[in-house]
């Protein structure tokens, strides 16, 4: 099932890992039975925990730590520079040491859906529903459901 895919030396694959056609991985760890889509990229740096989905169309980037049991929508796209720019000051392209990196962590059981747009810097806590669409800029704590542009709690569960 890895037809049109690039999967650079450097990455780490656990056991029974799937992948479809057309991913990009690089730099990057992918833990035992995850679930990976068509169309995806996972950048260096970046680690997905077991028994993950990760679904089509998702960009996940350098500084991104997804643990075990996560759902990750369709067009998920994680962001970990807060201030991005293609130049310098004085014109000239920008290199990895013209920008700071934002980590992002997604705790366990967390489910993003579909065309998130996730901040870097942030934490997902254990369990939360990140609802569709929903533009993530601050903090979501275990259990939440946000949604929203900007996303804003909807409810808090104590059961995770």
Not at 87 to 112: H, K, M, Y
Request: glycine letters at 12%.
């Amino acid at each position: 099932m890895r037809e049109f895919c690039a999967i650079a030396d450097d990455v780490v694959l656990g056991r029974d890992v799937q992948i479809y056609n057309f991913v990009n991985l690089y730099g990057c760890e992918i833990g035992d039975e995850t679930r990976i889509g068509t169309f995806v990229e996972i950048q260096k740096g970046a680690r997905v925990g077991a028994r993950c989905k990760i679904s089509s169309h998702t960009f996940i980037c350098e500084g991104v730590s997804v643990e075990d049991e996560v759902f990750v929508g369709h067009g998920v796209q994680f962001i970990n520079d807060r201030r991005p720019r293609a130049t310098r000051p004085d014109g000239t392209p920008q290199t990895e040491a013209d920008w700071t990196l934002e980590r992002t962590v997604v705790r366990r059981g967390a489910s993003i859906g579909t065309g998130a747009v996730i901040l870097g810097g942030i934490e997902i806590g254990e369990r939360a529903t990140i609802g569709a669409g929903a533009v993530v800029t601050r903090d979501v704590p275990p259990g939440a459901t946000v949604a929203g542009n900007p996303a804003r709690i909807l409810k808090v569960t104590s059961d995770k």
